[in-house]
């Protein structure tokens, strides 16, 4: 069962990371085909691609990059870095042991470490604290190469295969699991006492039901238009858990705790967005896995294989348009790294056909789901056109092979110092687009979680009005003497001093009280003071002459008397305005927000008309031979 709060104990929390974990469809890793020579790409060429590999298989050679502030106090650092290894032993000696019992107050109630015994505790709590420190020095990785050399990287990329240890250059995937924090039952007081222990690690105004899988690609390079070192990607399961999961009183185990889930969206990550599906709209294997095909060189994430490819742009800047133009006179030579020619201009800026993303057909295409779609056209692909696969394994050797990887659920150590401190990979450029991913910056982050807090606290202060105006009867058009008491909290010098009353949630909670006001001022005794009485004045009468004549225009729907529709419309407007600040970064820090919310909604089974015959059509165009823009 889960714990007494209702967390998943991390038994179950295996279960469900391997049970949904993905088979990946990829290009062949050969290396005599790069995946983007500098000569330019066939449409319909079968090259080669980077697999997801451990994060420890870039790191062998990254460079540490540390902040300029610790480079000020720390001036020897300038000519001599650290190994990796050397920071973190250096971390973790000054790490206390009081500094650890403070973590594990602090983190006690974080789903991510239900179910730890102490001692198991401690030590994930010790982790952390190295993490942060070690945050505060580091800033990113760099790789030895100048970026912009595809074929330098990939030549590279197979040496360091040759030369590297089986647990170091293995294929690997990352597996998260995320668990809401809001109380299971509905009472406002749950939340509210959740909500009073401060800022909350995590989704806080999800409930405890609700389970998001996240599996992260980490890829040695990425060579598509922008091209930049280390690379993650991720797609995103969001599970709902039945009421029989929380109802068991011992440990669950497989069958129990799958026959009590429910597979809700899935969201795929490609360059700025993504995609989302429903569970019964994704392509699985035979045993229920989701496909996810993976884009040569740019390695974004799709749901189903298309012959004409998926359309895709890098941003676009007046940088990358000054540089582009005198390109176009050097026709095909590299400037700071890349190509600025006419060809590539065109690719950038989304007007060249050959601007999208391909991926492989799958080799077994006929291992489907009979409960999910099916792409009829990908079975007609000639064996020597399709891709490779990848399953997960928990085979001691998983993922040294080319058709494995091997599942990583403990240590994601780097994943996290992406996730939580917004470590860097890949050298910085002021080129849009040419920098590796990051994890949000960690004073943003910690600004953006403060401003949700507070919304979220402000939320329920409007939530309790309405609840107790609601069990009081009254007449708009009289009086309600307990318009006082119940919207007192609401006051905005009162919110203030809570400290749930941000800058953005101003203008919703005026307005309500400007409204409430004109019709019911017995609602605040005395009425506020000057300044506020000008400010609701504005908020009533926007005009100059409405202002000094108090003559607002016609708006029966404003203008209602009913103090609770100004309270809804005020909950509405800070609801609203948490789901827009959750936005923000949200694949790494609230992936059920990312899913709901930021993937764009996908088509390709949704209403796209087909053409079979033009499309079949194209099948015999495909080109798997490929031998002269090979590297041999």
């Not at 990352?174 to 995590?202: C, F, H, I, M």
């Not at 705790?257 to 597979?263: E, H, N, P, R, S």
């Not at 040419?434 to 402000?458: C, F, N, S, W, Y």
């Amino acid at each position: 069962m889960p714990d007494s709060r209702g967390y998943l104990l991390p038994a179950e929390r295996q279960i469900l990371l391997q049970r949904y974990a993905p088979v990946l469809v990829l290009f062949p890793e050969l290396e005599r085909q790069a995946p983007y020579p500098d000569e330019g790409d066939a449409i319909y060429t079968m090259r080669g691609s980077y697999h997801p590999r451990a994060v420890e298989f870039f790191l062998q050679e990254a460079r540490p990059r540390y902040r300029p502030l610790y480079r000020l106090s720390h001036p020897q650092r300038w000519f001599r870095r650290r190994s990796l290894q050397e920071e973190i032993a250096a971390v973790s000696l000054a790490i206390s042991e009081a500094q650890v019992e403070e973590a594990v107050q602090a983190y006690g109630d974080d789903p991510r470490y239900a179910g730890l015994t102490a001692e198991e505790l401690r030590r994930a709590m010790r982790t952390r604290l190295i993490q942060q420190e070690l945050s505060q020095r580091l800033q990113g990785f760099d790789l030895p190469l100048g970026r912009g050399d595809n074929i330098a990287f990939w030549r590279r990329y197979f040496k360091l295969l040759a030369e590297s240890a089986p647990d170091v250059r293995r294929c690997v995937v990352y597996g998260r699991l995320v668990q809401g924090r809001a109380p299971l039952d509905a009472r406002l007081s749950a939340t509210e006492a959740l909500l009073r222990r401060g800022l909350a690690q995590g989704p806080y105004d999800v409930r405890r039901s609700r389970v998001a899988l996240q599996y992260w690609f980490h890829y040695y390079y990425d060579d598509w238009a922008n091209r930049h070192e280390g690379d993650w990607e991720v797609i995103t399961i969001l599970l709902e858990l039945g009421e029989q999961v929380f109802a068991e009183t011992r440990p669950l185990d497989e069958l129990t705790l799958l026959t009590g889930v429910q597979v809700l969206d899935v969201g795929y990550a490609t360059h700025e967005d993504g995609y989302r599906r429903l569970w019964t709209d994704v392509q699985k294997t035979a045993a229920g896995r989701p496909l996810v095909y993976v884009a040569r060189g740019s390695s974004a994430s799709y749901f189903a294989w298309e012959i004409e490819g998926y359309p895709a742009s890098a941003r676009v800047s007046l940088v990358e348009k000054v540089f582009s133009l005198p390109g176009k006179l050097v026709r095909g030579r590299r400037i700071f790294g890349r190509r600025w020619d006419a060809r590539f201009s065109a690719r950038v800026t989304g007007q060249d056909p050959k601007n999208v993303d391909w991926v492989a057909a799958d080799p077994l295409a006929h291992d489907r789901h009979p409960s999910g779609p099916d792409n009829w056209l990908e079975r007609l692909v000639p064996p020597p056109c399709r891709g490779v696969r990848r399953i997960p394994s928990t085979a001691p050797d998983a993922g040294l092979d080319d058709a494995t990887y091997h599942l990583e659920t403990d240590d994601l150590f780097w994943l996290e110092m992406v996730h939580e401190y917004g470590v860097q990979w890949g050298q910085e450029s002021p080129l849009p687009g040419a920098q590796g991913p990051k994890g949000r910056d960690p004073q943003r982050r910690a600004r953006e979680r403060a401003e949700i807090h507070q919304l979220a606290v402000l939320e329920t202060r409007l939530e309790r009005a309405l609840l107790t105006l609601g069990q009081v009867r009254w007449d708009s058009e009289h009086a309600i003497p307990e318009l006082s008491a119940a919207l007192k909290p609401l006051r905005p010098r009162n919110l203030q001093r809570e400290g749930c009353f941000p800058r953005s949630a101003h203008t919703p909670i005026y307005t309500m009280w400007a409204w409430i006001l004109k019709e019911h001022p017995e609602a605040w005794p005395g009425g506020p003071g000057l300044w506020l009485r000008l400010v609701f004045r504005r908020l009533l009468y926007p005009g100059p002459l409405q202002f000094l004549r108090q003559s607002p225009e016609p708006d029966p729907l404003l203008a209602r008397k009913d103090p609770l529709y100004h309270l809804k419309s005020a909950l509405a407007l800070v609801r609203r305005t948490r789901y827009e600040v959750q936005q923000a970064g949200s694949k790494w820090d609230n992936p059920f927000a990312w899913v709901r919310h930021v993937c764009q909604a996908d088509t390709f089974y949704y209403g796209k008309k087909r053409q079979p015959k033009a499309r079949a059509d194209l099948l015999p165009l495909l080109d798997c031979v490929d031998t002269e823009m090979s590297l041999e």
